[in-house]
Antibody
Framework: QVQLVQSGAEVKKPGASVKVSCKAS????????VSWVRQAPGQGLEWMGW????????KYSQKFQDRVTMTTDTSTSTAYMELRNLRSDDTAMYYC???????????WGQGTLVTVSS | DIQMTQSPSSLSASVGDRVTITCRAS??????LNWYQHKPGKAPMLLIY???SLQSGVPSRFSGSGSGTDFTLTISSLQPEDFATYYC??????????FGQGTKVEIK
């Protein structure tokens, strides 16, 4: 069965970086892209970016372009999302999701809570 | 970027009611529109993809329609487990798949 398992909750200080992992299983990792989506407290879902599971091509939201890096490790079928220069408004639940071409995100990770606080 | 606008932002309904949520895209997106259900403390769940296709395992009381810029999610008979927030998402502008702002369905 397809599963995406994310790393645990993080508490960071303003200005620090966080790297969240998303380990995939139950499917051929290179056949699908992975997107990252976040939800801040009381807010809606926000698309952050996408990375190909095949060739490491990436596309980032303009909002995060300067602070985010998405990578993969195909040997472990794991996707990573690093967000730098954290601010208090980056406090959110961060999700990874498997992208089906033109057809949405059919599997999601359980979410990783990132709290940014001094 | 393609902007997605949902209406209403929230609604109150009773068990058994027919509920309709609309989503409008800022430009034509053909049929590349998906719907998700999101409950607190859980990951979002895909309900409908490409405007009207029901995701495997999703109850048939959920249906989607539309094309171009205007889309609708309908719940034919609201059940207690359906109280949640619903999001539309365009998947036309690959891979930048933006979401609507959400519609919260609450108990009346």
């Amino acid at each position: 069965q397809v599963q995406l398992v994310q790393s645990g909750a993080e508490v960071k200080k303003p200005g620090a970086s966080v790297k969240v992992s998303c380990k995939a299983s139950g499917y051929t990792f290179s056949s699908f892209g992975v997107s990252w989506v976040r939800q801040a407290p009381g807010q809606g879902l926000e698309w952050m970016g996408w990375i190909s599971g095949y060739n490491d091509n990436t596309k980032y939201s303009q909002k995060f372009q300067d602070r985010v890096t998405m990578t993969t490790d195909t040997s472990t079928s794991t996707a990573y999302m690093e967000l730098r220069n954290l601010r208090s408004d980056d406090t959110a639940m961060y999700y990874c999701a498997r992208a089906i071409r033109y057809s949405g995100y059919d599997y999601w990770g359980q979410g990783t809570l990132v709290t940014v606080s001094s | 970027d393609i902007q997605m606008t949902q209406s209403p932002s929230s609604l109150s309904a009773s068990v058994g009611d027919r509920v309709t949520i609309t989503c409008r895209a800022s430009q034509s997106i053909s049929i590349y529109l998906n719907w998700y259900q999101h409950k607190p403390g859980k990951a979002p769940m895909l309900l409908i993809y490409t405007a009207s296709s029901l995701q495997s395992g999703v109850p048939s009381r959920f249906s989607g329609s539309g094309s171009g810029t205007d889309f609708t999610l309908t719940i034919s008979s609201l059940q207690p487990e359906d109280f949640a927030t619903y999001y539309c998402q365009q998947s036309y502008s690959t891979p930048t798949w933006t979401f609507g702002q959400g519609t919260k369905v609450e108990i009346k």
